[in-house]
């Protein structure tokens, strides 16, 4: 099975731009969490995604969002870029719809704001 | 909310010693704790995970110990390799609808030669 796969890469944008990030799950996989990842404040949960539906969400701003599509895949968009949100944003699946199950994790996008 | 503490931030060991990172946590509603590895410039892996109706479980050479009344939780590597060498994150798992995890500041753990 391929892994869990976020596009693109690397990404730089300005101050005041938007971004948009995407994660396909692996297959079979119907649960999404996104996460910012950042020397400082290391992983946070941002949110996550559960048959199209925001299931859980972590506490940050409203300029962070997301959707998920039929098929599982989700996007995460972020508006108004801070420099503050430059970081390593990680995208992980998990198999089924129970609580606590054990997450696959994508190798993130690294967002860099100038 | 949660919150997860983890000690120590750095940990270097010769090869074949044994490590041992403690996490701490504060809501007792929580009740699955997966550990993580991260390799420099690689996605987390997921190593070995417990849940609260147990209170040890083993991998070869790694292995998690949990106390439930103390709200702690340890992971334990034993013959450790130059290959262990990596950051490693714990997690607390809420009892609640779907995923959402609180994660630990993480341990990078140098082994040396």
């Known amino acids: 099975k391929a892994g869990v796969t976020q596009t693109p890469r690397y990404l730089i944008k300005t101050r005041g731009q938007q971004v948009t990030l995407s994660c396909s799950p692996i297959s079979g996989h119907r649960s999404v969490s996104w996460y910012q990842q950042t020397p400082g404040q290391g992983l946070q949960f941002l949110f996550e995604?559960?048959?199209?539906?925001?299931?859980n969400k972590g506490n940050f701003p409203g300029r962070f969002s997301g959707r998920q599509f039929s098929n599982s895949r989700s996007e995460m968009n972020v508006s108004t870029l801070e420099l503050g949100d430059s970081a390593l944003y990680l995208c992980?699946?998990?198999?089924?719809?129970?609580?606590?199950?054990?997450?696959?994790f994508g190798d993130g996008t690294r967002l860099s704001i100038l | 909310g949660e919150n997860v503490e983890q000690h120590p931030s750095t940990l270097s060991v010769q090869e074949g010693d044994s490590a041992v990172i403690k996490c701490t946590y504060s809501?007792?509603?929580?009740?699955?704790f997966p550990w993580y590895k991260q390799e420099l410039g690689k996605r987390p892996q997921l190593i070995i995970d417990?849940?609260?109706?147990?209170g040890e479980k083993k991998d070869q050479r790694i292995a998690v110990t949990l106390n439930k009344t103390a709200k702690h939780f340890s992971l334990h590597i034993t013959e450790t390799q130059p290959e262990d060498s990596a950051v490693y994150f714990c997690a607390a798992g809420f009892d609640n609808y779907g995923q959402n995890f609180v994660f630990g500041p993480g341990t990078r753990l140098s082994v040396l030669p």
């Open positions: 995604y559960f048959s199209e539906t925001q299931r």
């Open positions: 992980a699946s998990s198999p089924t719809d129970g609580s606590n199950q054990p997450q696959h």
């Open positions: 809501d007792s509603a929580s009740n699955y």
């Open positions: 417990i849940r609260s109706n147990v």
